[in-house]
Structure formats: C-alpha cells, structure tokens
C-alpha cells in the first residue's frame, strides 16, 4: 500500500526551540526539516514534507500568519497529500486550531501540535506529539472532524480545547466534553465525532478563495477588546474601549454572562456603537439565553444588543468577530455567524 503523504508546516514554538547561546533560555531555531528528522518512526507512519513558514514564539503568531498557513493547507489538501500538521507554540494552540476550523472545510485531516517541553529537556514530548498528529493526519478516521489539536495522544476538536495547565505535558483539556479520541499502539481511535464546524466563507456566502485573499492584506485586523468582568468591576475599561479605537468588545461575564448592576447602561451604550459579544469567563458551559431577568443578567444584556457567544471561550469570540469584521461582515451576519460556530 502508498504510504500517506502530509504536509508539515513548522511556525516555531517551544517544540522548535533550542538554548540561547547566552544562555538566557529558549528560543525558535528549528525548522520543519529539523522536526521531522528528530522523530523515530515518523517516515513509517507518512511521507512527509516540511514547510518552515516561521520560527516564531507563538504568542507573536498573527492572524495574517494563520491565514498563510490556512492558504497552504488549502492548496496541499486539494492535491494529493493526505493530511496536514501544523506545529507551533502551545501558548496560542487553541486560537489557531480555532482559525483553521473557519477557514477550512472539514475533509481531509488537519491537525494542530506542539510541544510543552523543548528539545533539550529531559522528557521532552515534542517527538511523540509529532509522531501523534502525523498519525491522525494520516488516518482516514480523522476525516471530517475539522481541524484537531494532538498533543499527549489525546485528539481535541478546535471548538472545545483549552490549555489548562502552563506546565504539564498533559496541559490541554476539552472542559465538560474531553477528547474526541487518542492514538494507541500508532492506531487513531475516534470515540466521539463532532458535527462538522461551520466554514466562514459559506456563512457569508463568498468563495473560500476570495475570502482567504480578502483576509490575508498586511494591515492589523479590526481591533477588538477582550474584557473579563471580575466582582465589583467599575466599568471603566469598557467605557474606554471606542475611544481606544476598537472596532467590537468581548466580554468575559461572570457566571452564565452576567455583568454588575452597574454597567448594564453602559454595555447599552456602547453596543449602540459596535458590537459587544457576551461570553463566560468560566471554562465550561455556555452562556445562558433565558434564565435570569436582573439588570447584568443575560436576559437584560441581550436586550440592550449584545450577541452571545454560546460556547465559545472569550478567546475565540475574539478571533471569530475580528475575522467577521476584516470581511466586512454586516450586523446580521455577525449575529448569524455566532450562532452557528457557538455550538
């Protein structure tokens, strides 16, 4: 039998870093090649070939370099390769596998992974979560999942995955759901299959082409401001946020999407202004609809014009409203838009 072909893109992240020769920590030196080479058993799992697009912290990451790599995948996926990786950061992991599940159908596998442990490290896991995601790239139960994150063994849809811890290798969680399946024994086993996520092209009715070309312009997205409401909050950062020159707000509510008393006049005000999107800052659950009925609650909120989030965390409210506002989204498109990729 031919053995899969997948397509590795490298942007940098902990998994590419190596010591500083000052000795002040670790850095992106590694490229794609360098990866590939240092993985046991990866050509017997797929022929792969590697693309270093960057070698960056993925912290630095942009949406302008997500979408070159949504661009290359889209061009590789349409050929003959049988499955995408993209490794990078672990920092910014879920944002990115987030993009990619707007911007690219789910057919062929397109996975997301990295490393918590650089190369040098005693126990370093960068290797394995390689072998892993090459795995799942290649395996044809992973079609029609959308773009996963792999990391130690566990597979987790873009939706759901959050990094829930800053130093264990089993950091990334799905909170209230968990993982869609795992590699064992080099078998890829899908024990939950997710419907498939939304595309943003077909939710605005544009050709993925045109949307990918109309995204990927140099100049800095709309900016939108991510606020986490904490006990007693005076409002005074929202209140700043249009004259900051923000395009939208994402607010991070406390509970099920609820804010103090106190501002509820104020989220009025500026949701007459641009779009306020209302999420949760806990990790699980979604915002609620229709349960409490006081001044801050979700009820009121969503009254006043704000648009919720449903399960989306705050992180990835913020991605999808950016993208929605560099294409040019209208207000019925974005409240349409949040409701179909809230889950």
Do not use: W
């Not at 590939?36 to 050509?43: E, T």
């Not at 290359?72 to 944002?95: F, M, S």
């Not at 979560?129 to 566990?154: F, I, R, W």
């Not at 605005?204 to 070309?213: I, T």
Request: with cysteine; aromatic share 2%; hydrophobic share 50%.
């Amino acid at each position: 039998m031919k053995r899969p072909t997948v397509l590795l893109i490298a942007t940098g992240g902990t998994i590419a870093m190596t010591p500083r020769a000052d000795g002040a920590g670790v850095a992106p030196t590694l490229d794609a090649a360098d990866l590939a080479a240092a993985v046991p058993g990866l050509m017997a799992a797929a022929s792969v070939i590697p693309v270093a697009l960057a070698r960056k912290p993925s912290a630095s990451l942009t949406l302008a370099d997500l979408t070159a790599v949504a661009t290359l995948a889209r061009e590789h996926l349409a050929g003959d390769v049988d499955g995408v990786v993209i490794a990078q950061g672990t920092d910014t992991i879920e944002e990115t596998a987030f993009v990619l599940s707007l911007l690219l159908p789910a057919g062929k596998p397109v996975v997301v992974t990295g490393a918590m442990r650089p190369p040098a490290t005693a126990g370093a896991d960068g290797p394995a979560n390689l072998l892993a995601a090459v795995t799942v790239a290649a395996a044809p139960a992973a079609h029609g999942l959308g773009p996963v994150v792999v990391l130690n063994d566990e597979i987790h849809a873009a939706l759901l995955v959050q990094k829930g811890h800053t130093a264990l290798t089993s950091a990334f969680v799905s909170p209230g759901f968990g993982p869609l399946g795992l590699v064992a024994e080099g078998r890829v086993r899908i024990l939950l299959r997710p419907a498939a996520p939304p595309v943003l092209a077909g939710l605005l009715g544009r050709a993925p082409e045109e949307l990918l070309a109309d995204l990927a312009v140099e100049a800095p997205p709309p900016a939108v401001a991510l606020l986490r409401i904490g006990l007693g909050d005076d409002g005074r950062l929202l209140a700043a946020a249009p004259e900051l020159g923000f395009a939208g707000v994402v607010i991070e509510g406390a509970g099920a999407g609820h804010v103090p008393e106190r501002l509820a006049d104020l989220v009025s005000r500026v949701a007459a202004r641009m779009p306020v999107i209302l999420g949760s800052r806990v990790s699980a659950g979604p915002v609620f609809s229709a349960t409490y009925g006081y001044p801050g609650s979700e009820i009121d909120l969503l009254q006043r014009g704000v648009i919720g989030a449903g399960m989306l965390s705050g992180l990835k409210a913020r991605l999808l409203l950016q993208l929605l506002l560099r294409a040019g989204a209208d207000a019925g498109q974005i409240r349409a838009a949040f409701a179909a990729c809230g889950g």
